[in-house]
Protein backbone atom coordinates (compact mmCIF):
# COMPACT_ATOMS: atom_id res chain seq x y z
CA UNK A 1 0.00 0.00 0.00
CA UNK A 2 1.09 3.69 -0.89
CA UNK A 3 1.03 5.00 2.29
CA UNK A 4 1.77 8.64 0.76
CA UNK A 5 -1.58 8.69 -0.78
CA UNK A 6 -3.40 8.32 2.56
CA UNK A 7 -1.13 10.21 5.55
CA UNK A 8 -2.34 9.37 8.65
CA UNK A 9 -4.26 12.46 9.65
CA UNK A 10 -6.47 11.84 6.76
CA UNK A 11 -7.18 8.45 7.70
CA UNK A 12 -8.12 9.53 11.14
CA UNK A 13 -10.45 12.07 9.80
CA UNK A 14 -12.20 9.64 7.45
CA UNK A 15 -12.55 6.08 9.75
CA UNK A 16 -15.08 7.60 12.27
CA UNK A 17 -17.21 8.24 9.62
CA UNK A 18 -16.88 5.11 7.39
CA UNK A 19 -20.10 2.34 7.26
CA UNK A 20 -19.62 -0.26 9.31
CA UNK A 21 -19.43 -3.40 7.07
CA UNK A 22 -22.21 -5.91 7.94
CA UNK A 23 -20.97 -9.74 8.83
CA UNK A 24 -21.83 -12.36 6.89
CA UNK A 25 -22.20 -15.66 9.21
CA UNK A 26 -23.73 -17.81 6.44
CA UNK A 27 -21.14 -18.48 3.02
CA UNK A 28 -18.49 -15.79 4.31
CA UNK A 29 -16.50 -16.20 1.20
CA UNK A 30 -13.36 -14.18 0.89
CA UNK A 31 -12.66 -11.44 3.53
CA UNK A 32 -13.33 -8.04 2.28
CA UNK A 33 -10.50 -5.54 1.31
CA UNK A 34 -9.90 -3.31 4.25
CA UNK A 35 -11.20 0.17 4.17
CA UNK A 36 -7.79 1.66 4.79
CA UNK A 37 -5.96 -0.33 2.09
CA UNK A 38 -8.96 0.58 -0.61
CA UNK A 39 -8.88 4.41 0.24
CA UNK A 40 -5.63 4.66 -1.24
CA UNK A 41 -7.32 3.06 -4.94
CA UNK A 42 -9.49 5.70 -4.40
CA UNK A 43 -7.47 8.59 -4.25
CA UNK A 44 -4.87 7.21 -6.94
CA UNK A 45 -7.80 7.61 -9.68
CA UNK A 46 -8.08 11.10 -9.48
CA UNK A 47 -4.58 12.32 -8.25
CA UNK A 48 -3.18 10.27 -11.61
CA UNK A 49 -6.19 10.56 -13.85
CA UNK A 50 -6.09 7.28 -14.70
CA UNK A 51 -9.23 4.73 -15.05
CA UNK A 52 -10.18 2.59 -12.44
CA UNK A 53 -8.77 -0.57 -14.25
CA UNK A 54 -5.80 0.69 -14.75
CA UNK A 55 -5.20 0.95 -10.92
CA UNK A 56 -1.65 -1.06 -10.29
CA UNK A 57 -3.00 -3.36 -6.86
CA UNK A 58 0.81 -3.81 -6.58
CA UNK A 59 0.70 -0.30 -5.87
CA UNK A 60 -1.73 0.89 -3.97
CA UNK A 61 -3.07 -2.54 -2.57
CA UNK A 62 -5.90 -2.99 -4.39
CA UNK A 63 -7.84 -3.53 -7.76
CA UNK A 64 -9.49 -0.64 -9.39
CA UNK A 65 -12.82 -2.20 -8.75
CA UNK A 66 -12.33 -2.78 -5.30
CA UNK A 67 -11.48 1.08 -5.24
CA UNK A 68 -14.65 1.90 -7.35
CA UNK A 69 -17.19 -0.49 -5.66
CA UNK A 70 -15.76 0.94 -2.00
CA UNK A 71 -15.85 4.36 -3.46
CA UNK A 72 -19.69 3.53 -4.66
CA UNK A 73 -21.03 2.54 -0.71
CA UNK A 74 -19.21 5.80 1.09
CA UNK A 75 -21.06 7.79 -1.54
CA UNK A 76 -24.40 6.48 -0.81
CA UNK A 77 -23.58 6.41 2.45
CA UNK A 78 -22.90 10.10 2.55
CA UNK A 79 -19.37 9.83 3.98
CA UNK A 80 -17.54 12.59 1.50
CA UNK A 81 -20.44 15.67 2.76
CA UNK A 82 -19.90 14.81 6.54
CA UNK A 83 -15.86 14.45 5.96
CA UNK A 84 -16.18 17.85 3.72
CA UNK A 85 -17.93 19.64 6.78
CA UNK A 86 -15.95 18.60 9.60
CA UNK A 87 -12.60 20.26 7.94
CA UNK A 88 -13.83 24.02 8.30
CA UNK A 89 -14.98 23.51 11.98
CA UNK A 90 -11.24 22.19 12.48
CA UNK A 91 -9.93 25.62 10.38
CA UNK A 92 -12.25 28.01 12.42
CA UNK A 93 -11.57 26.59 15.61
CA UNK A 94 -7.38 27.02 14.79
CA UNK A 95 -8.41 30.56 13.60
CA UNK A 96 -7.76 29.95 9.85
CA UNK A 97 -11.29 30.11 8.79
CA UNK A 98 -12.92 33.87 9.17
CA UNK A 99 -16.81 33.91 6.64
CA UNK A 100 -17.10 37.18 6.06
CA UNK A 101 -16.13 37.37 2.59
CA UNK A 102 -16.64 34.54 0.13
CA UNK A 103 -16.19 34.13 -3.73
CA UNK A 104 -18.18 32.03 -6.20
CA UNK A 105 -17.48 30.93 -9.27
CA UNK A 106 -18.37 28.62 -12.15
CA UNK A 107 -15.69 26.04 -14.17
CA UNK A 108 -16.84 23.89 -17.57
CA UNK A 109 -15.21 20.39 -17.75
CA UNK A 110 -16.05 18.35 -20.88
CA UNK A 111 -18.05 14.59 -19.97
CA UNK A 112 -16.66 12.13 -22.50
CA UNK A 113 -19.12 9.12 -21.38
CA UNK A 114 -22.49 11.42 -20.85
CA UNK A 115 -24.72 10.14 -17.57
CA UNK A 116 -26.22 12.55 -15.09
CA UNK A 117 -25.93 16.11 -14.88
CA UNK A 118 -24.38 16.73 -18.91
CA UNK A 119 -25.37 19.17 -20.73
CA UNK A 120 -24.54 20.78 -24.36
CA UNK A 121 -21.89 23.36 -23.80
CA UNK A 122 -23.29 26.91 -25.44
CA UNK A 123 -19.18 27.60 -25.34
CA UNK A 124 -18.23 24.24 -26.86
CA UNK A 125 -19.50 24.01 -30.07
CA UNK A 126 -22.72 21.95 -28.18
CA UNK A 127 -20.11 19.19 -26.57
CA UNK A 128 -21.68 17.59 -24.21
CA UNK A 129 -19.91 18.40 -20.76
CA UNK A 130 -20.34 19.33 -17.01
CA UNK A 131 -19.82 22.53 -14.72
CA UNK A 132 -18.23 22.80 -11.18
CA UNK A 133 -19.86 25.32 -9.47
CA UNK A 134 -17.78 26.43 -5.76
CA UNK A 135 -18.11 28.41 -2.98
CA UNK A 136 -14.38 29.45 -1.33
CA UNK A 137 -13.28 31.19 1.64
CA UNK A 138 -9.53 32.30 0.49
CA UNK A 139 -8.61 29.31 -0.44
CA UNK A 140 -10.79 26.75 1.65
CA UNK A 141 -13.96 25.66 -0.45
CA UNK A 142 -17.34 25.19 1.59
CA UNK A 143 -19.36 24.04 -0.92
CA UNK A 144 -18.95 21.93 -4.38
CA UNK A 145 -21.35 20.85 -6.75
CA UNK A 146 -21.93 19.36 -10.09
CA UNK A 147 -24.29 20.42 -12.87
CA UNK A 148 -24.82 20.19 -16.62
CA UNK A 149 -23.00 22.36 -19.02
CA UNK A 150 -25.83 24.26 -19.99
CA UNK A 151 -26.96 25.36 -16.86
CA UNK A 152 -26.04 29.46 -15.91
CA UNK A 153 -23.88 30.09 -13.39
CA UNK A 154 -26.58 31.74 -11.20
CA UNK A 155 -28.95 29.23 -11.16
CA UNK A 156 -26.49 27.42 -8.61
CA UNK A 157 -26.00 30.40 -6.01
CA UNK A 158 -28.55 29.96 -3.83
CA UNK A 159 -28.21 26.60 -3.68
CA UNK A 160 -24.41 26.61 -3.12
CA UNK A 161 -25.17 29.01 0.24
CA UNK A 162 -27.80 25.99 1.24
CA UNK A 163 -24.95 23.53 0.43
CA UNK A 164 -22.23 25.52 2.98
CA UNK A 165 -22.56 23.30 6.29
CA UNK A 166 -22.98 24.79 9.82
CA UNK A 167 -19.24 25.76 10.34
CA UNK A 168 -18.87 25.54 14.69
CA UNK A 169 -15.43 26.01 16.51
CA UNK A 170 -16.24 29.42 18.25
CA UNK A 171 -18.46 30.36 21.02
CA UNK A 172 -22.23 30.93 19.57
CA UNK A 173 -24.29 29.23 16.65
CA UNK A 174 -22.57 27.94 14.13
CA UNK A 175 -22.17 30.50 11.07
CA UNK A 176 -23.71 29.09 7.98
CA UNK A 177 -23.67 32.27 5.55
CA UNK A 178 -20.93 34.41 4.43
CA UNK A 179 -21.43 38.88 5.14
CA UNK A 180 -20.39 39.80 1.69
CA UNK A 181 -20.24 37.73 -1.72
CA UNK A 182 -17.67 38.45 -4.41
CA UNK A 183 -18.81 36.99 -7.79
CA UNK A 184 -18.00 38.08 -11.84
CA UNK A 185 -20.75 39.43 -14.05
CA UNK A 186 -22.22 36.31 -14.69
CA UNK A 187 -24.38 37.13 -11.46
CA UNK A 188 -25.30 40.08 -12.08
CA UNK A 189 -29.23 39.54 -11.75
CA UNK A 190 -31.51 42.07 -9.69
CA UNK A 191 -33.51 38.62 -8.66
CA UNK A 192 -30.54 37.18 -7.30
CA UNK A 193 -29.40 40.32 -5.51
CA UNK A 194 -32.47 40.90 -3.97
CA UNK A 195 -32.30 37.42 -2.97
CA UNK A 196 -29.22 38.06 -1.16
CA UNK A 197 -29.75 41.21 0.71
CA UNK A 198 -32.92 39.31 1.74
CA UNK A 199 -30.73 36.67 3.42
CA UNK A 200 -28.33 39.51 4.84
CA UNK A 201 -25.82 38.83 2.76
CA UNK A 202 -24.36 41.32 0.32
CA UNK A 203 -23.91 40.94 -2.78
CA UNK A 204 -20.45 42.44 -4.54
CA UNK A 205 -20.84 41.30 -7.95
CA UNK A 206 -19.55 43.27 -11.11
CA UNK A 207 -22.36 45.07 -13.22
CA UNK A 208 -23.41 43.93 -16.53
CA UNK A 209 -22.62 45.95 -20.14
CA UNK A 210 -20.13 48.01 -17.81
CA UNK A 211 -16.40 47.64 -19.07
CA UNK A 212 -13.94 45.96 -17.63
CA UNK A 213 -12.27 47.21 -14.68
CA UNK A 214 -14.29 46.65 -11.45
CA UNK A 215 -11.03 45.90 -9.47
CA UNK A 216 -13.08 42.71 -7.75
CA UNK A 217 -10.69 40.50 -9.72
CA UNK A 218 -8.47 41.12 -7.26
CA UNK A 219 -10.84 39.98 -4.18
CA UNK A 220 -12.54 37.06 -6.09
CA UNK A 221 -9.30 36.03 -7.73
CA UNK A 222 -9.17 33.06 -4.99
CA UNK A 223 -11.85 31.17 -6.14
CA UNK A 224 -10.31 31.26 -9.57
CA UNK A 225 -6.99 29.49 -7.50
CA UNK A 226 -9.06 26.91 -6.17
CA UNK A 227 -10.48 25.80 -8.80
CA UNK A 228 -6.60 25.49 -10.34
CA UNK A 229 -6.41 23.43 -7.02
CA UNK A 230 -8.85 21.07 -7.43
CA UNK A 231 -8.22 20.71 -10.91
CA UNK A 232 -4.91 19.40 -10.42
CA UNK A 233 -6.53 16.12 -9.55
CA UNK A 234 -6.24 15.28 -13.37
CA UNK A 235 -9.16 13.08 -13.02
CA UNK A 236 -11.41 16.53 -12.24
CA UNK A 237 -10.10 18.17 -15.02
CA UNK A 238 -12.93 15.99 -17.59
CA UNK A 239 -15.74 13.78 -16.19
CA UNK A 240 -15.20 10.50 -17.19
CA UNK A 241 -18.30 9.18 -14.43
CA UNK A 242 -21.52 8.48 -15.73
CA UNK A 243 -23.13 8.50 -11.75
CA UNK A 244 -23.11 12.24 -11.18
CA UNK A 245 -23.11 11.44 -7.40
CA UNK A 246 -19.71 9.73 -7.81
CA UNK A 247 -17.77 12.28 -9.39
CA UNK A 248 -19.48 14.73 -6.77
CA UNK A 249 -17.89 12.18 -4.09
CA UNK A 250 -14.36 12.84 -6.19
CA UNK A 251 -14.91 16.30 -5.85
CA UNK A 252 -15.66 16.28 -2.31
CA UNK A 253 -13.04 14.36 -1.54
CA UNK A 254 -10.59 16.58 -3.02
CA UNK A 255 -12.06 19.49 -1.30
CA UNK A 256 -11.19 17.90 2.10
CA UNK A 257 -7.38 17.42 1.23
CA UNK A 258 -7.15 21.05 -0.01
CA UNK A 259 -8.58 21.94 3.00
CA UNK A 260 -6.63 19.56 5.23
CA UNK A 261 -3.39 21.16 3.66
CA UNK A 262 -3.99 24.41 5.29
CA UNK A 263 -4.50 22.35 8.23
CA UNK A 264 -1.33 20.78 8.50
CA UNK A 265 0.90 24.34 7.25
CA UNK A 266 -0.65 25.67 10.42
CA UNK A 267 1.08 22.52 12.57
Request: aromatic share 6%; glycine share 8%; proline share 8%.
Amino acid sequence: MNVNLVPDDLWDRIAPLLPARPRRHRHPGRLPVPDRVALPGIIYVPRKGVVWRDVPSEVVGCSGVTAWRRLRDWTEAGVGPRLHAALPTEMRRSDLLELDDCSVGGSHVRALKGGDHVGASPVDRARPGSKHHLIDRHGTPLAVSVTGRNRHDVTQLLPLLDAVPPIRGRRGRPRRKPRRVYADRGYDFDKYLRLLWKRGIKPIIARRGVAHGSGLGKVRWVVERAFAWLHQFKRLRIRYERRADLHQGLLELACSIICLRRLRRSF
